[in-house]
């Protein structure tokens, strides 16, 4: 596995703009005709003055074929020096892609060996934050939603709010919030037409880097030809209907990466338009 090769990008609260961007070339890897498109778009919102999520898209050429990997992370809005909680994720789960991955590529099913090492980095990752916070006494924290595509297989972890979608014949949402208004959803307490509008819609159950446990939420399934998934921060997906989602990200209209760019541009800025006041960020990998 040879990663200076690999298409890789990230954007940051630090960068605020795509850096780094390269183009693999080559035709399609030997036992693995699986493909990606990708494209990611951040943008600080009309109120907050920093952008405090945090994303990345790393892309290698293996002997087991292509392999992706996709990572958002929302700092948590109102919590002190947020953007470095979420850079501090994304950066940890770039090595990991770079130095842990390749013993991995040869299992029959790393399933379990992949979610083990995601704990165990996330564990980390939630005492270095919380340490470093209380030195200088404030508070921070992230979110968490990460995407693995390898072998015809996805594997997702979730922490917080940030969700991934699978947008094929339709769109199915394959994360669940860890929030307070999801599990008063989950209990009855409340629809998900009162959720969407409920003043506590923001608050979540855990987060790294500010809670003191941490139980994340794994999920994998099988990646082919014409699916589109979707990660965003929640920032995304407050004002856009699932309709709206549907019509502008499903794979007939994502024809190329500048189309996907545009669109996930367009939503952003309608989101915008209707006043979403969350930094925003969302990003795009489309299975070819």
Not at 91 to 120: C, Q, R, T, V
Not at 125 to 148: K, P, W
Not at 211 to 234: A, H, K, L, N, R
Request: glycine share 8%.
């Amino acid at each position: 596995m040879t990663l200076c090769d690999a298409c890789r990008y990230a954007l940051s609260a630090h960068v605020k703009a795509v850096s780094g961007v390269c183009h693999c070339v080559g035709g399609k890897a030997k036992g693995n005709d699986m493909e990606f498109l990708t494209a990611v778009h951040t943008d600080v919102g009309i109120r907050k003055s920093t952008n405090q999520d945090s994303a990345l898209v790393m892309e290698a050429q293996t002997d087991c074929g292509r392999v992706l990997f996709s990572v958002i992370c929302d700092g948590m809005g109102g919590l002190a020096k947020g953007e470095v909680a979420s850079a501090t994720v994304i950066n940890a789960f770039s090595d990991w892609f770079e130095k842990e991955l390749p013993k991995l590529l040869h299992m029959e099913d790393p399933e379990k060996m992949i979610f083990g090492e995601w704990e165990e980095l996330v564990m980390d990752c939630n005492q270095r934050i919380s340490e470093y916070a209380g030195r200088f006494g404030v508070s921070m924290g992230t979110t968490l939603n990460a995407a693995l595509f390898m072998k015809d297989r996805y594997y997702l972890i979730n922490i917080g709010d940030s969700r991934a979608y699978l947008i094929s014949n339709g769109l199915y949402q394959l994360t669940k919030d860890q929030s307070y208004v999801q599990r008063e959803v989950d209990l009855g307490h409340i629809t998900p037409e009162e959720a969407a509008v409920h003043p506590r819609r923001n608050v979540l159950l855990q987060c790294v880097g500010a809670s003191p446990i941490i139980t994340p939420d794994y999920y994998s399934g099988v990646c082919e030809s014409g699916q589109v998934f979707m990660q965003c921060s929640d920032g995304f997906r407050h004002t856009i209907t699932p309709e709206e989602l549907f019509q502008y990200l499903n794979y007939s209209v994502l024809t190329d990466e500048q189309t996907m760019l545009d669109n996930a541009v367009y939503l952003t800025e309608l989101n915008k338009s209707r006043h979403e006041t969350d930094n925003i960020t969302v990003l795009l990998v489309k299975i070819i």
